[in-house]
């Protein structure tokens, strides 16, 4: 049986970054500015996306914005997890 402490320190930080950088191009490539996808998942401003995007200060994207994001953006929410 495998145990959570065996992961490397540095894995979820990592995985965090790359959710933030897959959801980052499917944004652009869906033609939504952060502002836009923003709003489309009920947030005042950009700072939810763009802090998560490039996890400033350890911000990430919660399941409930993935789900959120996922939707808007009309993508499987596994292309998040892309290269994780």
Known sequence: M??????????TKEAYKKIGENVAK???S???SQLKLSLSIGHASISVVSCAEICLN??????????KIAYVL???????FDGI
Request: net charge negative.
């Open 2 to 11: 495998k145990n959570a402490d065996d992961l490397p320190e540095t894995f």
């Open 26 to 28: 499917i944004r652009k």
């Open 30 to 32: 869906r033609g939504f």
């Open 58 to 67: 350890g911000a990430h994207f919660n399941i409930e914005h993935l789900i």
């Open 74 to 80: 009309d993508v499987d929410i596994r292309d998040f």
